[in-house]
């Protein structure tokens, strides 16, 4: 079975510009939760969709927004980009909601870098 | 505001050694993960623990819950270069359904 891919895997944006970054679930999982990760926050949850709905929210500026589609793929937006928006964007699918109830399976990230 | 904290941060040591990493909150948790995340890749689950005072063990880890599911460790034992990486604990504060990470640990085995 194929694990949860993202897509871009590396990504460099100016300031003031927007970015759309990309999940794909693995086969049959309807949960996918993005998280932020830098060295000086650590690991933070942004928010979590189910059956193309959002379920559970971040404390993030709504410059950070997702959506998922009826085929579970997700995308994830930022726009405005700031410099602190640099990171590592996450990207986690379960079989059911709930993000402690199932084990959560991690694509490889995309690193964002913002100039 | 950061509920769990890990320690140590950086973490040291050369193969066969004995280590134990910490993970402490004030909340309590309905459960609490442990995941291995290497570079380059995304955080993989290890283990879960559910009941306090739990013990599980899988190969050369131990993982502990606290009595009162508030704090949790991971014991390595006869570490190898293979360990290498940043550990994670994560939990959900009882209440409440969003999954917080810990502070992180980030450890070096050398040959």
């Known amino acids: 079975k194929a694990g949860v891919t993202q897509t871009p895997r590396y990504l460099i944006k100016t300031r003031g510009q927007q970015v759309t970054l990309s999940c794909s679930p693995i086969s049959g999982h309807r949960s996918v939760s993005w998280y932020q990760q830098t060295p000086g926050q650590g690991l933070q949850f942004l928010f979590e969709?189910?059956?193309?709905?959002?379920?559970n929210k971040g404390n993030f500026p709504g410059r950070f927004s997702g959506r998922q589609f009826s085929n579970s793929r997700s995308e994830m937006n930022v726009s405005t980009l700031e410099l602190g928006d640099s990171a590592l964007y996450l990207c986690?699918?379960?079989?059911?909601?709930?993000?402690?109830?199932?084990?959560?399976?991690f694509g490889p990230g995309t690193r964002l870098t913002v100039l | 505001t950061q509920l769990l904290e890990q320690s140590p941060q950086f973490l040291s040591i050369q193969e066969g050694e004995n280590l134990t990493v910490y993970c402490n909150s004030s909340s309590v948790f309905s459960s609490l993960q442990w995941y291995r995340q290497e570079p380059g890749e995304g955080p993989v689950l290890l283990v879960t623990v559910v009941t306090g005072g739990e013990v599980k063990k899988l190969k050369r880890l131990t993982f502990q819950f606290g009595d009162a599911r508030k704090d949790s460790s991971l014991h390595i034992t006869a570490a190898q270069p293979g360990d290498t990486g940043l550990y994670l604990c994560?939990?959900?504060?009882?209440?409440?359904?969003?999954?917080?990470f810990g502070t992180g640990t980030r450890l070096q085995v050398f040959p």
């Open positions: 994560a939990g959900a504060p009882l209440g409440t359904d969003k999954l917080i």
């Open positions: 986690a699918s379960s079989l059911a909601r709930g993000t402690y109830t199932d084990t959560q399976y």
């Open positions: 969709y189910f059956s193309e709905t959002q379920r």
